[in-house]
């Protein structure tokens, strides 16, 4: 048996380790596309503009505001706006009790 090396003529690949290349390139292309995938939708997401802020039925915002933040004390209500200014409500009457500017 003379079996001689051609420099020339290319190995030939077993089928299971071409089986392989193939098999690692489609998961490596899919886990890219996951990654990306799951990138662009927290970018979409966060980029949202939040909800607007649910108040309370009886507390009525003056015309051209708009609250940015809520928060209940013991007897009142506090809601920031957009303005800077933070409106504080009783709670029991939904009536103004203060105006506090924002500087």
Same mark, same amino acid.
């Given at each position: 048996?003379?079996?001689?090396?051609?420099?020339?003529?290319?190995?030939?690949?077993?089928?299971? #380790?071409?089986?392989?290349? &193939?098999?690692?390139?489609?998961?490596?292309?899919?886990?890219?596309? =996951? *990654? /990306? %995938?799951?990138?662009?939708?927290?970018?979409?997401?966060?980029?949202?503009?939040?909800?607007?802020?649910?108040?309370?039925?009886?507390?009525? #915002?003056?015309?051209?505001? &708009?609250?940015?933040?809520?928060?209940?004390?013991?007897?009142?209500? =506090? *809601? /920031? %706006?957009?303005?800077?200014?933070?409106?504080?409500?009783?709670?029991?009457?939904?009536?103004?009790?203060?105006?506090?500017?924002?500087?």
């Amino acid at each position: 048996m003379d079996t001689q090396f051609d420099p020339n003529e290319a190995p030939v690949e077993p089928a299971n #380790l071409r089986f392989l290349r &193939r098999l690692v390139t489609v998961l490596t292309v899919i886990m890219i596309a =996951g *990654v /990306v %995938t799951v990138v662009a939708l927290l970018v979409i997401r966060l980029n949202k503009d939040p909800a607007p802020l649910p108040l309370p039925q009886q507390i009525t #915002l003056p015309d051209g505001t &708009r609250a940015t933040s809520f928060t209940v004390g013991s007897d009142w209500y =506090g *809601v /920031v %706006t957009q303005h800077d200014e933070i409106l504080i409500y009783d709670q029991v009457t939904g009536v103004l009790r203060q105006r506090v500017e924002i500087k």
